[in-house]
């Protein structure tokens, strides 16, 4: 079965600190990965993408993401954190055909401190 | 340029009433998607529309859900007989092909009492 998992409920992290947020997926065939965002009383938002190609991608906000395929995982990054970055991260994924279903992981509370 | 809008931000409504809630994708995108999210979860896949047609519908989770898109713009997700497990953050998000990402609205937060 299709699956995504964020294996941490919340990341801390101080200011001016690297940031990870780690996301494993389960898929059958070539996956699209996605990362978005979620402030409180806001919808989600779009981070980054991968579909091919380089393996790291980077997104707004200075946030990239790390495809690797050997360990099923895009874990996303960022190297300074921000306290402005505090909020609820999403992994999803999605299959290569043309459906656009998206599978979501259950989120990453990322809260950075001063 | 306006994003996804949906209406009513919040309803709140009683154990088997009927429900409708509505999306307005941002103008151009031919594909439109429903989910639902529960307190503490990811948002849970329910239907998918490319133009009027729902392409992938297999996220509806009995037959009292049902969307359409009759003009291949708006959207209604409606729910008949509603249950107290019907409560959640319906989200609406539309893109541009089924392919790129996906732009999500605010929800409606639907509660049933």
């Known amino acids: 079965a299709q699956s995504v998992a964020q294996p941490e409920d919340q990341v801390n992290v101080a200011e001016g600190n690297p940031l990870t947020v780690k996301c494993t997926y389960s898929v059958s065939g070539n996956p699209y990965l996605f990362w978005y965002v979620q402030y409180p009383n806001r919808g989600l938002q779009f981070l980054l993408k991968?579909?091919?190609?380089?393996?790291l991608v980077k997104g707004s906000y200075g946030f990239e993401a790390e495809f690797n395929k050997s360990q099923t995982s895009f874990h996303l990054k960022k190297p300074s954190a921000l306290v402005s970055d505090s909020a609820l991260y999403f992994c999803?994924?999605?299959?290569?055909?043309?459906?656009?279903?998206?599978?979501f992981g259950q989120g990453t509370t990322l809260q950075v401190k001063p | 340029g306006a994003g996804v809008s949906q209406t009513p931000s919040n309803k709140v409504t009683e154990k088997g009433k009927y429900v409708e809630l509505r999306c307005d994708p941002i103008?151009?995108?031919?594909?439109l998607y429903w989910y639902r999210q529960s307190l503490g979860q990811g948002p849970e896949f329910l239907i998918y529309f490319q133009g009027t047609g729902a392409a992938d519908d297999s996220g509806l989770p009995n037959d009292r859900f049902f969307a359409v898109r009759p003009e291949g713009s708006v959207s209604t997700l409606k729910i008949q007989r509603t249950e107290r497990g019907d409560s959640a953050v319906y989200l609406c998000?539309?893109?541009?092909?089924?392919?790129?990402?996906?732009?999500f609205g605010p929800g409606t937060r639907l509660t049933v009492l």
């Open positions: 998000a539309s893109s541009a092909q089924s392919y790129n990402e996906q732009f």
């Open positions: 991968y579909i091919t190609g380089d393996n």
């Open positions: 103008s151009g995108h031919t594909a």
């Open positions: 999803a994924v999605r299959l290569s055909s043309n459906t656009g279903k998206l599978i």
